[in-house]
């Protein structure tokens, strides 16, 4: 998905009824397509995140700036996977660092754990976008009880550290 028209391409599939928008759950449907396997509830974090007018769903110029952002994280992921598929959580933190998002050690863990399916501290490309979606979030959230109640699995949200 590298340049403008085929990214319209694709979101013109996703709108298959040419709404003009895409929900999240089609999003959801569309990413599972390309082996990206989110729970509904990360899709509508990230449609949130970019939904610029606030309408609920994504139109293509937001859907755009989401891609920028997916591209970004998939990046930093390639370069520190090194050809084994995942990273480990000492990557993951690196990785963090990179996409310049700073978490104290308790935050960052309890993150980790509550994305890595696997609980075996291999991370992959969909579970780091997901603690991605998650960390930017809660820096672009006003109130830190704004993310909490998004994502309610989160225990130690009240121990990020929000850099920017
Ligand atoms: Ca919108």
């Known amino acids: 998905m590298e340049n403008a028209v085929v990214l319209r391409e694709w979101f013109d599939r996703v709108d298959a009824a040419g709404t003009g928008n895409i929900t999240a759950p089609q999003l959801q449907s569309a990413l599972a397509v390309g082996n990206l396997d989110f729970p509904l509830s990360v899709v509508q974090q990230m449609t949130r995140m970019y939904d610029f ?59 980790c754990e509550s994305f890595d399916k696997s609980k075996k501290g291999m991370v992959r490309l969909d579970e780091f976008i997901s603690i991605c979606i998650f960390v930017q979030s809660a820096r672009y959230a006003q109130h830190v009880s704004d993310v909490l109640f998004n994502v309610s699995q989160y225990t130690a949200v009240g121990h990020l550290l929000l850099c920017n």
Request: net charge negative; glycine share 8%; no cysteine.
């Open 53 to 111: 007018d606030r309408n609920g769903t994504m139109s293509f110029e937001e859907f755009l700036a989401l891609n920028k952002f997916l591209q970004k994280v998939q990046g930093v992921f390639s370069t520190l996977e090194r050809g084994r598929g995942f990273l480990s959580l000492e990557d993951v933190y690196e990785a963090l660092i990179k996409l310049g998002f700073s978490l104290d050690s308790p935050a960052f863990y309890t993150v």
